[in-house]
């Protein structure tokens, strides 16, 4: 009995030798092939998508809400004579002009500025769908994308015999000059806003300032937030998760203060 037993741990031990044998060569083809792989010719990336993906729509109970709130009149920097108020203070003092003024109310417009990595980057798609919803109600909305950074430049998109194309590439401080006093909305990641090496804000913060009221939309999850939506914090964004819940949130905030987040 002993006799098939060692014939047996023999065999055992030879197919564990012949496939040791064939990681290690396996391993060394790669290491041989890896270093010789120098051409740009030899590395193909191909980006996989649906073609016949649902349409991304956010629910409209919520857009409605909250465009509401966005389209309110706010009081804006200009003045302009009060009648009412002027003939009231004019009969007050017997005749004597006293003129009254008031700020003249306006109905906010937005600055959103998206990050999009590829043509084909749905966080992006999701975030064009918020603003096309809230235009749709009303809304004044430019919308501009970057790639990472807005230090990179920011451009728009239009419709082009080939697809959509980008046009009206911008840097942050030419956006500024346009469009300063609008508030200003942000969709991506909230590390465009700090520099990796540094943790210094990036250049194009420096811009911020002519955006009075801004928000941060991030796609991360509230549980993992840190470092970076704390930078945003303290660049006076209001940062808020990236449903269409949170738009409430927003309206809500630009309008009364209130900040009050109901999460699904």
């Known amino acids: 009995p002993r006799k098939p037993l060692r014939w047996t741990a023999w065999a055992l031990a030879g ?27 030899q590395v193909e990336e191909h980006v996989l998508h ?23 009149r706010i009081a804006g920097e200009r003045e302009v004579l009060d ?4 003939l009231a203070a004019t009969i007050q003092a017997a005749g004597a002009f006293s003129p009254r003024w008031r700020l003249l109310q306006h109905t906010p417009e937005y600055l ?24 749709e109600h009303g809304v004044t909305v430019q919308a501009y994308h970057f790639e990472g950074s807005p230090d990179h430049g920011c451009w728009r998109l239009r419709q082009g015999a080939a697809g959509r194309e980008a046009f ?16 200003l909305l942000v969709f991506g990641e909230a590390d465009a806003l700090v520099d990796p090496l540094s943790g210094a804000p990036r250049p194009w913060t420096q811009s911020l300032g002519v955006f009075r009221q801004r928000a941060w939309f991030t796609p991360m999850p509230l549980p993992s937030w840190g470092a970076a939506e704390e930078a945003a914090d303290a660049q006076g964004f209001l940062v808020l998760p990236m449903p269409a819940e949170a738009l409430t949130t927003l309206a809500g905030w630009f309008s009364a203060g209130d900040l009050s987040l109901a999460t699904g």
Request: glycine residues 10%; hydrophobic residues 45%; charged residues 25%.
């Open 15 to 41: 197919l564990s030798a012949l496939l040791l044998a064939w990681a290690a060569a396996s391993r060394l083809g790669r290491r041989l092939y890896l270093p010789g792989a120098r051409s740009d010719a």
């Open 50 to 72: 649906d073609p016949h993906a649902g349409r991304i729509e956010p629910q409209a109970g919520p857009v409605r809400v909250a465009s509401r709130g966005l389209r309110q």
């Open 83 to 86: 009648l009412e108020a002027t």
């Open 112 to 135: 959103a500025l998206i990050d999009r990595r590829h043509p084909a980057d749905h966080l992006a798609a999701y975030a064009e769908a918020l603003l096309q919803a809230l235009a």
């Open 168 to 183: 009206d590439r911008s840097g942050m401080a030419e956006l500024a000059g346009r469009y300063g006093g609008h508030r």
